[in-house]
């Protein structure tokens, strides 16, 4: 097979791939212990640009000044991504706290990517480890790792 030809047929392998990536409830220092009272600036099937405030959330034990604790800051995180929020596991508010690095949402890079996930997740909002599991079955969606983000104390 000539080069060029394999060449192409990579490339045409590598824009058919689907990818999603998980939204973390995000560590913000090696001491933060957990998040809760979320509030997401992005709506659920909404696009989101590269540097949009996608949610803000209340984290405890986050070292903030030479060793001082401050047990309830609010934070701000903003997404370094492009894409569709897919799927959200908390709501607004909710009195359930997170644990970091535990997945929120699905940041979905397309379209029809956005829409293959809609409809393996179904109407029901199933737990966040289901969502998981049926995301890894599905062999045309490759998981990419969690969203680059940055994240700001809130004013």
């Known amino acids: 097979m000539p080069l060029i030809r394999r060449n192409l047929l990579k490339l045409a392998q590598y824009t058919s791939r689907r990818t999603y990536f998980t939204i973390p409830s995000v ?29 803000e959330c209340t984290a405890y034990n986050v070292t903030i000044f030479d060793g001082e604790d401050d047990p309830g800051c609010r934070m701000q995180v903003e997404c370094c991504e492009e894409g569709i929020l897919s799927y959200v596991a908390i709501d607004d508010d909710e009195i359930e706290s997170r644990s970091p ?27 966040p480890e289901q969502t998981l ?23």
């Open 27 to 55: 560590r913000f220092s090696p001491s933060h212990t957990k998040s809760h009272k979320f509030a997401w600036k992005v709506a659920p099937n909404q696009p989101i640009a590269c540097y949009d405030l996608i949610y």
């Open 101 to 127: 690095d535990e997945m929120v949402g699905i940041l979905s890079t397309s379209t029809e990517e956005h829409i293959l996930i809609q409809q393996l997740l179904g109407s029901n909002k199933p737990n």
């Open 133 to 155: 599991s049926k995301l890894r079955q599905c062999e045309s969606l490759e998981f990419e790792g969690q969203i680059p983000w940055e994240a700001y104390l809130a004013n």
